[in-house]
């Protein structure tokens, strides 16, 4: 295996606990009035896999194989955590990541954590802060959650770690996001339905089944 450590400067470094920004430019600030999430019904318990909620998303779907499959275990509360193995493919600059899949990933993880909260949401600002650069082979691990909501609002965060493979370290927080997303109805997709370009396998999920 290839051996690969990343310089590591007091100041740039990240950790579990206290989580800080110091050398992060984000003026995310969370809203007044933040509900606490409410969790509904459906979504599983804690360590309970979490099904894809579209087999041919980019993300997450399993008859998209150009896509990066994450997979999904229901975490602690609104949360979830997700895992991909970072392919050769995903490249950006020589031999790591390239920036907008690991924006892919936060996407599809923040995404994921409000279905503790809401059957089905959209994306509508998304914002990264790429703390270390990510090695190719190696499994990197997003840890997501809703911070709280606000009418359609969902607020949410997530962490990036790198758990096998090179440059792993589960200590070091590799990358982190925030994303606000707005819970929609099943007329949002309406409109765009003939542009799905497969057959998808049979809806799996709840999610899945109000939007198509
Ligand atoms: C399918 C199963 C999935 C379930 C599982 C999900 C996992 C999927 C993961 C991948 C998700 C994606 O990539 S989704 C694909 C990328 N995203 C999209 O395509 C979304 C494109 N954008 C849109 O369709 C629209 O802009 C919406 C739906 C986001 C919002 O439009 P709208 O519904 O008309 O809402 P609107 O009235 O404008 O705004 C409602 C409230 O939100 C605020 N708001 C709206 N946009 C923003 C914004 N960018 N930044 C700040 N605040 C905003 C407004 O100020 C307002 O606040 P207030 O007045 O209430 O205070």
């Known amino acids: 295996m290839v051996d690969i450590t990343f ?3 007091e100041d740039r470094r990240l950790d579990r606990t206290g989580l800080h920004y110091r050398s992060m430019s984000s003026t995310w600030t969370l ?11 459906e979504f599983p318990a804690s360590g309970e896999p ?3 909620h579209w087999s041919l998303c980019f993300g997450c779907g399993d008859d998209q194989p150009s896509g990066i499959q994450m997979t999904f275990v229901v975490g602690d509360g609104a949360s979830v955590v997700g895992r991909f193995e970072v392919a050769r493919r995903y490249q950006g600059g020589p031999g790591v990541i390239h920036g907008g899949i690991l924006g892919t990933a936060f996407d599809e993880a923040q995404g994921m954590a409000c279905r503790s909260v809401a059957l ?4 509508a600002h998304l914002e990264i802060d790429f703390a270390r650069p990510i090695p190719l082979d190696s499994t990197l691990e997003i840890t997501a959650k809703v911070d709280g909501t606000v009418r359609r609002k969902v607020y949410t965060s997530a962490e990036a770690r790198i758990v096998a ?3 792993a370290d589960p200590d070091v927080v590799v990358g982190t996001s925030r994303g606000l997303f707005l819970v929609i109805d099943q007329t949002h997709f309406e409109k765009v339905k003939s ?5 998808p396998a049979a809806a ?4 899945e089944a109000s939007s198509f």
């Open 204 to 207: 799996g999920t709840a999610a």
């Open 195 to 199: 542009m799905v370009d497969a057959v």
């Open 7 to 9: 310089c590591r400067s």
């Open 31 to 41: 809203p007044d009035d933040l509900q606490a999430p409410t969790i509904v019904p």
């Open 165 to 167: 493979g090179p440059g």
């Open 50 to 52: 979490l099904p894809r």
């Open 120 to 123: 089905a949401v959209v994306t």
